[in-house]
């Protein structure tokens, strides 16, 4: 992460917090800005300048589209700016590497890559700070005029690193004015510790599976092994992600913050483009509000829809990494999603509910194939291995091993992936509320005792959206 886990957890959150709560009102969104600053000074101290830098410049748009509201050709000037600059540094710095290889590749050239280091989190804040600018030449919003108020908005250091992408709408009101209370505090906590041990026991866990599956050669992976592999990972993925989108909504609350919700039970969808209005909500939502629809939607006709549809997964796939399997990984989202648009939703509609849902679950499995290996060739033949077997065979001792040692933490993923536990959370509530209200504060205890000690003498616990 930025840094260590525990020096967020027991020093850096705490001072913050209680910095936080202990100052005016009027002084809180300073204490917000120096935060945010040190969270992610404090991994790259440089590239702070460039965050900054980002939110000057979108700020200093949306100043001078406000001045100059009755002039059209001014305004689109500013917006302009603001989003080529913006488009730029995130290619410089992000892209600048994929692109100088492949022209070369291409051309027989000998370009030298500088090979510039990936800043922390340039995909969510530079997304953020560009939704403000665009938001205000559409007059969706009402102008910043405090710069410190509009850092604050960027470098808010929950999310800052990976999200969930908080449009400035969402949170408009509530960077100028909002409430603290006992109430929103104690469901912050109890949101927070949720994701912290949805990353630290269950992602960091099961995930130390497919880092050792995929350190393997696959020509030696039985089929039973990559399918082993490759799951772990489709749970690792979601409980990471999700838990990290959880902690930033909790910690958002203790703020006095509302974040939109990120994750919504995506691996119980019955189609892909269910799957993709349950998962990563707010960066779909981002594409859908300032590129599909700007593009036309769906109000064009078909041919133009389906054109739309493919700019944003082909962009979608583009914007996790630089790298080809990130955008074959997109347009096969956006080619399924056509499908479905076509002819196959239908289908769907008709099938009984598990078999949509294992429809849906197989294709995201081999989705996240496409996604997690960064070689053309090695997705195929890791795609081969688990559809049409290997030399290896169907199973081996090793695929019996893994089974039997991550079984009970398989378990654990596939009834934590379903809406099943908060639904009995809920049923005990409302039937046993005196009971529940006493046993809820040893549950938060016990999950943060249990992640605490897994921080401490555990070696595994990688940031898998560090890169986006």
């Known amino acids: 992460m930025v840094f260590s886990s525990l020096t967020f957890l027991y020093v850096f959150l705490p001072l913050v917090l209680i910095a936080y709560y202990l100052v005016p009102s009027k002084w809180k969104n300073i204490v917000i800005f120096i935060s945010g600053i040190i969270f992610f000074a404090w991994g790259e101290p440089v590239y702070v300048l460039l965050m900054l830098f980002t939110t000057v410049v979108d700020y200093t748009a949306g100043r001078l589209m406000d001045k100059y509201d009755d002039r059209p050709k001014l305004r689109t000037v500013f917006l302009l700016m603001s989003v080529i600059i913006d488009l730029s540094l995130l290619a410089t710095f992000k892209y600048s590497s994929f692109l100088i290889q492949n022209f070369n590749d291409l051309f027989g050239t000998q370009i030298t890559d500088p090979k510039l280091p990936l800043p922390i989190g340039i995909s969510f804040y530079t997304f953020q700070s560009m939704s403000y600018s665009i938001d205000m030449y559409m007059r969706n919003i009402k102008v910043q005029k405090s710069l410190i108020n509009y850092i604050s908005y960027v470098s808010l250091f929950p999310q800052i690193v990976a999200g969930p992408i908080v449009r400035y709408q969402d949170v408009a009101n ?64 979601y409980f990471d992600f999700s838990g990290y989108s959880d902690m930033a909504v909790g910690l958002g609350k203790m703020l006095g ?33 300032y590129v599909y629809i700007p593009l036309g939607g769906n109000r064009n006709g078909k041919l133009a829809t389906l054109r739309n549809l493919l700019i944003v997964w082909f962009l979608t796939g583009l914007w996790h990494g630089a790298s080809w399997n990130f955008i074959v990984w997109g347009l096969y989202f956006g080619i399924l999603i056509i499908m479905e648009r076509l002819f196959l939703g239908k289908l769907l509609e008709k099938l009984p509910a598990f078999l949509s849902t294992a ?33 290896v065979g169907i199973i081996d001792s090793k695929s019996i091993y893994y089974l039997a040692s991550y079984a009970i933490i398989f378990l654990i993923c596939i009834i934590g992936s379903t809406d099943y536990p908060k639904k009995l959370a809920v049923k005990l509530q409302n039937s046993h509320p005196v009971l529940i209200s006493g046993v809820y504060p040893i549950y938060q205890a016990a999950l943060m005792v249990a992640s605490t000690a897994y921080l401490v003498f555990a070696t595994y616990n990688p940031f898998l959206y560090f890169r986006f």
């Open 174 to 237: 509530e960077i100028d004015h909002r409430t603290i209370t006992t109430s929103k505090v104690s469901q912050g906590i109890g949101v927070f510790l949720l994701g912290l041990g949805k990353k630290v026991l269950i992602a960091n866990n099961i995930g130390a599976l497919w880092t050792t599956i995929k350190a393997t050669d696959i020509s030696q992976l039985s089929t039973l092994t990559a399918w082993l592999g490759i799951l772990a990972f489709t749970f690792q993925i």
């Open 359 to 391: 429809y849906c679950f197989l294709l995201v499995v081999i989705g996240w194939v496409i996604f997690e290996i960064d070689s053309i060739p090695k997705i195929l033949s890791y795609l081969k291995v688990m559809f049409f077997g290997s030399s």
């Open 257 to 289: 913050f509302e974040f939109p919700q990120n994750f919504n039970y995506p691996y119980l969808s019955r189609s892909i483009s269910e799957f993709w209005r349950r998962w990563h909500i707010t960066l779909g939502t981002w594409f859908r509000c």
